[in-house]
């Protein structure tokens, strides 16, 4: 028997792939439109990275990872999140005060699988580092909704939420954490657990939302500089009419974060878990490394969720032209029209088989051609027979015009 992949883990494969390389293009377009370089970090790192960074009291740190101990005895884990990478990367080789970068790869998270829910899954994401203005939030949450936008994601919202500098925080976190002792007895044992340790991770827990409903928020208790910075935030997205919405109990699972933090949802995807991607500041995360103080915004995108949450498109070609060689004598022309047309930039192939016509043609609807150029007889006049597979029309093209043609219809 041929073994399974691994619990939680997917081979992507076309033609479902097809969607998921729509994304990765229209994010590395955008991602080199404003102006991010790209960064390749290890997708295997210390466990301490990830411990000291994402939060020894997390969820991720705590439950999640794919640590184990290699050959030389370290302790290495699979990477659950990449913003701790980069930052770690930026500190030890960054050349530039402000480093932008962009990211695309998997992540591992040990986690009960289920749809949009993997053990192993992709993500896009962004880092904009070494920007402290509110204006460098504005535009890492622009990226992850134009990305949405590009690949027909048209009603994405924009949940945010401040919580705070690390002293606002740290007096929320008591206030919440009292709120939660007064009324222990009515919330799971699992929350109960939390109240000392991570009191925050208490407010991602469904089973608890009715006691949630009368928590306090971190929204009520901001500095000035901090209520003053997510009011610019909003101010930006208003700007650019990026519909966004008020969620005062987002925190986000991560320690690294203060200030905004922000997710998107879509309403074409409706999931326990719904957000399409996610972010926001994480000034402490340097200091947290061991390095200076270092500002920095970031946002990572599920393409896993995104893909499914893709508006079903009309079956679309993905070769623009299957080359149909009339008989075996003409296949050496066929290949040398294939060669001039994918030098003109068309997505071209041919069967290299000695198929029959017919078989040809069979290969080029299965390979979803949009048009056959069949190479025949009326090659020695300098002509090839051009179909559009969908219709069924022919038409004889002058061989050198044949990019043209198929660029005109
Ligand atoms: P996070 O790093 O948890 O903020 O995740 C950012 C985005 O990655 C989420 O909004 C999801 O779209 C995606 N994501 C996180 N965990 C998973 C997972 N286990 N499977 C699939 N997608 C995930």
Sequence with gaps: MIPRPPKGTDDILPPASDRWRVLLRAFDDLAERFGYGLVITPMFEATELFSRGVGAETEVVEKQMYTFEDKGGRSVTLRPEATASVVRAY??????????VAYAGPMFRYEQPQAGRRRQFHQVGVEYIGEPSPDADVEVIEIGFRLLEAVGITDAVVLLNSIGDPADRAAYRELLAAFLTERAGELT????????????????????AAVLADAPTPAGHLSPAAAGHIAAVRAGLDAMAIPHQEEPRLVRGLDYYNRTVFEYQSASYQAAQASLGGGGRYDPL??????????????????????LAMPAGDEEAVLDVFVVAADAGRRTIALELVRSLRAEGLRVDLDLGDKSVKAQFRAADRRRAATAAVVGEEWESGRVTMKDLRSGAESSVDAREVAKWIRRR
């Design 91 to 100: 500190l030890q080789g960054g050349s530039s005060a402000v480093f932008k």
């Design 286 to 307: 340097a200091g947290m490394l061991g390095g200076p103080e270092v500002p920095g915004v970031g946002l990572a995108m599920g393409v896993d969720r995104i893909v």
């Design 189 to 208: 044992a699992d929350a109960r657990r939390r109240i000392a340790a991570n009191p925050l991770r208490v407010l991602d827990s469904k089973a608890d």
